[in-house]
């Protein structure tokens, strides 16, 4: 093959790539209303927690309809991972690690749920739906009372009892993990 041949196939290639790239707006910023749709998280201090609430006995309705059948009646394990015990055993040659035992804040509770659950249904719970479930496991694990209710600025005050079994690293920060943008 030419060197002109060479050229002329790899030049088709090229523009065979690129062309499809703006055919399907490839780069193009997204708009406010996309960036909505990504903009779920929810953060340790409870940043990012929408309005809504939820009741331990709702929950426990939500939770037989649509958890208990992959982690058990009361959250104590199905053919899903248990969700309550484990107080204690964290240094064990066995740790139990449930929400109750080794999750270091709740808001992280309400975030997975909300987003990630029930399995064959993620996303479907609304949000106090997803409060009174999160209320509920809490209750389970001894951490809320059983006539408990949560809402965005009760939940980021509870206390994992593991909140401070976590030791983070040194070598972490934020600060410096990205480089600035130099305008």
């Known amino acids: 093959m030419s060197s002109i041949s060479k050229i002329l196939f790899g030049g088709s290639i090229a523009l065979a790539l690129v062309s499809r790239t ?13 960036i909505a ?9 409870g940043t990012g927690l929408p ?6 006995a709702h929950g426990k309705d939500v939770f037989a309809e649509n958890c208990a059948a992959c982690h058990g009646d009361e959250g104590v394990g199905g ?3 248990r969700l309550v015990g484990g107080q204690g055993t964290l240094k064990s040659d066995a740790p139990i690690k449930t929400v109750g035992s ?3 804040y709740a808001t992280t509770l ?10 064959q249904a993620p996303g479907s719970l609304s949000v106090d739906d997803t409060y009174a479930v999160a209320a509920y496991i809490l209750s389970l694990n001894g951490i ?3 006539n408990g209710e949560l809402d965005r600025n009760s939940l980021p005050k509870i206390k994992m009892p593991n909140r401070d079994g976590f030791v983070p690293d040194p070598a972490f920060n934020p600060d410096t993990l990205f480089r600035k943008r130099s305008r």
Not at 37 to 45: A, M
Not at 51 to 56: I, M, Q, R, S, W
Not at 110 to 119: G, K, N, T
Request: charged fraction near 30%; glycine fraction near 6%; proline fraction near 13%.
């Open 22 to 34: 703006f055919a399907y707006d490839f780069g193009r910023p997204a708009n406010p209303d996309e």
């Open 79 to 81: 053919i899903k991972d």
């Open 37 to 45: 749709l990504w903009d779920i998280d929810v953060r340790p201090d």
């Open 144 to 146: 809320l009372p059983e």
């Open 51 to 56: 309005e809504g609430k939820g009741t331990v």
């Open 102 to 104: 080794y999750w270091p």
């Open 110 to 119: 309400f975030d997975y749920i909300h987003r990630a659950m029930p399995y």
